[in-house]
């Protein structure tokens, strides 16, 4: 198969000038501000949802549902919160996407802002991404000065504010109550739902809270429509995706692809295949918290309906990919590391349980471990599975049960060596 | 001592303005990142001053700001190291990159800072940029495939008061530069 589309997305990736606003206009930027305020807010929504936009931020929420959720009539603002908070390990997307052409992603935001009578939308960007709030910060003003953002959006006399804030290194935050709680100056923590976010979120008003680059899908859906948006992707995941692709690839980077695209297609022919002409072994198809597949699953569509079919999930769609002389239980021990130290601390399952897998893990990979260890391993990862306050714990549960369900042999032998069947094979292969 | 006061309370009082009125307490993060830029770490004297601004106690302020890792709430050095080794990073050499941190910055594993107080490292969870792994920032500005040869150099670099070139955008000289730019009050300008 041979991967042939028109980008949408990306298009503009090779034209430096996009990111300034006369570039981007000059690319028929802000047409798609200008059609929405041309329509009633219930057409707004209602385009968005034929389009069958999903959230592209992992849960993969029907995005124009969520702006329909919205209560008009409760007397308080209702308010737009944009999640870069983009941190879900192996991630980039968003990154590359806001580098490349900022308006696209404010102007999205200013859709949704009218598509639910918002006032002021507040835009969340890790603080690691200090550079990109530099350039976002830049676009905003722009726009502003253009009057596409202000008190008087291109000229019709609807208020748009936009209030960038920067976050300070704290993965819960893309968690969407977290980075409301956040944005209020509290500690990044889940809130209990209901109340949902769309009746009560930031500061205890309506709140529709988007991702980067769901909302960089909009402004086309308004100005080409629902149908077009649909010309690409499956039935059930329409449209286009980001992929990342990192680890033991030739040409790691992020790639735009037709959902519905098997991963064969992205390892092959945009990552350039598994590095060195080594063999696959396993990857993530959305990032470190969704559950990881093997050489099997090549041919794996990479859509929302197909990665739930094999066991796993579409997640961010960052593709991790380890080859044959990398050691599961060592990749496995980072990425649960990853979750003990992100624990918010809220719930016991998340912050008990990730640091004793950890502790298991470390005492696996390191040569220490024990018949015994393997079962407590599968005890901790259905324990920690959907029995946490939010989902930041099924990650680390992900984690734990794929890598043991895919490969028990190697946790095994682990166990049989007492200590890492790979660690003195890479040593040489790093030396020489 | 008292941080806010002079040009930093009106910094400050900037700050407080982008958010309602009645919703204040919102600044407590660019306002951490402020007394970050004043003191190159965030005292006590600082929380205690926010507390203040935003009528929360002290122990509210210090909740916020021991939950997040871009405030240091201990002392650092000029420059902040930081080295991602996450999967992605891992995957690409990141953890020999990591070690070459310590030993060039000469801060001990576990210290908060080098002798000479001009390096904190940190090890990182995954810097959004898995594309050029392994990633490292220098005063949070990213440094692109950096091999253990190169975080040699961009040390000995900095030790010599040479501020190395970012991989994407302009650089920030220090901790406390790329704090003040962190807190939304810095002009930046173009790379």
Redesign the interface.
Known sequence: MSLRFEPRLTRDWDDPSVIGLEGYVAKGGYQGLSKALAMTDADIVEVVKSSGLRGRGGAGFPAGMKWGFVPRDTGKPTYVVVNFD???????N???LV?RDPHRLLEGMAIAALAIGCETAYLYV??????QS??L?RAITEAYAAGHLGPDVQGSGKRIDA?????????ICGEETALLN???????QPRLRPPFPAVEGL?ASPTVINNVETLMNVPDILVRGADWFRELGTEKSPGTKMV?????VER???FEVPLGTPFRVVLEELAGGVLGGRTLKAW?PGG?STPMLTAGHLDVRLDYESLAEAGSMLGTA?I???DET?CVVD?AT??VR?YA??S?GKCTPCREGSWWATRVLERLEDGQGQEADLPIMRDLGTNLMFRAFCALADGTASVINSSLQHFPDEYEEHVRLGGCPFKVEHLEE?SA | MTVFEGPVRSDADSILARYPEAHRRSAVMPLLYLAQSVEGSVTRDALREIGALLGITTAEVEGVASFYTMFRLRPTGTHVISVCTNLACKLRGAEAVFEEAHEASGVAHGAELSDDGLFTVHEEECLGVCDFAPAVQINFCNHDNVTPERMRELVAGLRAGEVPSPARGPAFDSFRAASRALAGLEEVPSA
């Open positions: 983009e941190s879900e390990p192996g991630t980039c968003n990154r590359e580098e890790r603080g690691e991404y200090l550079w530099v350039v910060e209030v960038l804030h920067r976050g300070a290194g704290a993965y956040s944005l209020e100056g509290l500690r990044g500061f990342t692709v990192s680890g033991k790691p980077g992020n993530t470190s960052a991790m990919v380890m990398d990749c980072r990425m990853f130290h992100e918010c790093v």
